[in-house]
DNA sequence: TAGATACCTTATAG
DNA sequence: ACTATAAGGTATC
């Protein structure tokens, strides 16, 4: 057992370890507690809660990694040295000073700024994240993060650490042997042929979220919308939660509505005008952080 | 090309 | 208890 800590205090606009991964952002950290989502509003840093995730060694092996905030501190137990994992992950090195500092004033956006002071984008694994958003489509938050417990416990490796029995993400080409039944018995219904095919796509070398990068976003969008069970929407998610596209603003059903509220001019008809429309309001290069504020702050009844 | 509809499953509201 | 509704949409026609 390794352990380390991350010295938060001279981070640029602090750090809130719960709100970043119980933001609906990433569906990949669990709770030790297994009260994951319980009090968003919660006290401070989830009364310091234990959350744990997998990542992957230079050999290419899962391995756990446990976190807490205390303070200014950000904790870690893992079988590897997770600073720099940690700081990659959770994008510690983002200047959330100057990003707010970047961000229009208009409203709810304060507000939203102000309610989870702290939060921070990720940076998941593509593929993960890319199945995660799959099957994001017409599920709550919750129960997207059970899914992808199950798709964990059901297909991922088994990892032992500290006496228990872990289980990393599913490998692409595990999920593209699963078949369609096997993935509806874990209750990702309608989703099951659309994670099973854009799987295959990825092990066999047909497609790769990775090679989204580099491009221009709308671009990039435009790619990642060759998997199955991917528009716009998901594409969106997989750019700003995975792939560093901090521009990036998934219209979903929340920001669809606070667009109608308070930004009506933004509603141009299309996806494609719609968001150029909404990321020029929010500010542009740091979009995607106001919309993920916006979100959080209004699921978790903000107002 | 734009618009309507089906789709798994379950928590929550009424 | 029971039914209707909606949930970070997408594919298909």
């Known amino acids: 057992m390794e352990r380390g800590v991350v010295d938060l205090s001279s981070l640029s606009g602090g750090f809130d370890l719960q709100a970043t991964v119980e933001s609906g952002q990433s569906y990949l950290w669990d709770r030790t507690d297994g009260r994951m989502y319980e009090n968003r ?11 744990w995730t997998t990542v992957r060694t230079d050999d290419g092996t899962p391995a756990v990694v446990r976190v807490r905030q205390t303070d200014g501190r950000l904790e870690w137990e ?5 600073t720099d994992r940690l700081r990659h992950r959770l994008r510690l090195d983002d200047d959330l000073g100057a990003i707010e500092a970047a961000t229009p004033d208009r409203p709810l956006l304060g507000r939203a700024f102000d309610a989870y002071r702290g939060m921070r984008l990720v940076r998941d694994p593509s593929f993960a994240s890319l199945v995660s958003f799959i099957c994001s489509a017409q599920m ?27 289980h990393a993400y599913p490998t692409p080409e595990s999920l593209a042997t699963a078949t369609e039944a096997d993935l509806r018995e874990v209750g990702l219904g309608y989703r099951a042929p659309y994670v099973k095919r854009s799987a295959e796509l990825v092990a066999d070398g047909e497609l790769d979220p990775d090679d989204a990068t580099g491009r221009p976003y709308e671009e990039a969008r435009e790619f990642l919308t060759g998997f199955v069970g991917v528009g716009q929407k998901v594409a969106d998610c997989v750019l700003l939660f995975s792939l560093g596209y901090l521009e990036a603003v998934p219209l979903d059903t929340w920001i669809r509505t606070t667009i109608e509220e308070y930004y009506p001019d933004c509603e141009r008809g299309s996806y494609e005008e719609t968001s150029r429309a909404i990321r020029e309001t929010f500010g542009g290069e740091y979009a995607g952080y106001a919309q993920t504020y916006v979100f959080h702050y209004l699921r978790s009844g903000g107002e």
């Open 41 to 51: 509003d919660g006290g401070a840093y989830g009364g310091t809660a234990w959350y």
């Open 140 to 166: 709550r938050v919750g129960r997207i993060h059970g899914m992808q417990q199950a798709l964990r416990e059901a297909f991922g490796e088994p990892v032992t650490f500290d006496g228990g029995t872990y």
């Open 78 to 82: 893992s079988t590897v040295d997770a």
